[in-house]
């Protein structure tokens, strides 16, 4: 049975720029953790290379409070190498990212695309998440400001 998806989060790995991970070896890391697969369902390398993580039919495990009608989406990298966030995209991973994006939205016309940062609480109440209120950076960059750049409806 298909689940209703009403957000599709990117998120990053939080890993130095230039340091190539795969599927598997994230999905190792979440295993260790006690997770029963990657956390997320999709997975884009540094070299553009798109890899299909957790089923799309089962929850994700990437964003607390969210995962039941979500999809998730990382890129590899995140950190610059004096080890603070940092947009780290290479070209193939903003290509891939944006194609993959395009369809995932196809699939799921109503949700919306946010960041992970995005879904931090409104701590102060005035309607929208502002950068001294995320409790993480992830993905270190603005989803609906590049998705509105790429053409793509964030909602």
Same mark, same amino acid.
């Given at each position: 049975?298909?689940?209703?998806?009403?957000?599709?989060?990117?998120?990053?790995?939080?890993?130095?720029?230039?340091?190539?991970?795969?599927?598997?070896?994230?999905?190792?890391?979440?295993?260790?953790?006690?997770?029963?697969? !990657?956390? &997320?369902?999709?997975? %884009? *390398?540094?070299? +553009?290379?798109?890899?299909?993580? @957790?089923?799309? $039919?089962?929850?994700?495990?990437?964003?607390?409070?969210?995962?039941?009608?979500?999809?998730? !989406?990382? &890129?590899?990298?995140? %950190? *610059?190498?004096? +080890?603070?966030?940092?947009?780290? @995209?290479?070209? $193939?991973?903003?290509?891939?990212?944006?194609?993959?994006?395009?369809?995932?939205?196809?699939?799921?016309?109503?949700?919306?695309?946010? *960041?992970?940062?995005?879904?931090?609480?409104?701590?102060?109440?005035?309607?929208?998440?502002?950068?001294?209120?995320?409790?993480?950076?992830?993905?270190?960059?603005?989803?609906?400001?590049?998705?509105?750049?790429?053409?793509?409806?964030?909602?």
């Amino acid at each position: 049975m298909k689940r209703a998806i009403t957000l599709i989060a990117v998120h990053c790995t939080a890993t130095v720029e230039g340091r190539p991970f795969t599927v598997e070896s994230i999905r190792s890391m979440h295993k260790a953790q006690g997770w029963s697969d !990657i956390g &997320y369902h999709w997975l %884009i *390398g540094i070299n +553009g290379e798109v890899w299909a993580g @957790r089923p799309e $039919a089962v929850q994700g495990s990437h964003i607390k409070g969210h995962n039941r009608d979500s999809i998730g !989406i990382c &890129y590899v990298g995140g %950190i *610059g190498r004096d +080890g603070k966030a940092k947009d780290t @995209r290479t070209p $193939a991973q903003l290509a891939a990212l944006k194609t993959l994006l395009e369809m995932k939205r196809a699939e799921n016309p109503a949700a919306k695309i946010r *960041g992970h940062r995005d879904m931090s609480p409104d701590a102060d109440g005035d309607g929208k998440v502002e950068p001294h209120e995320w409790l993480k950076m992830c993905p270190c960059f603005d989803v609906v400001s590049w998705c509105k750049a790429q053409g793509i409806d964030p909602l």
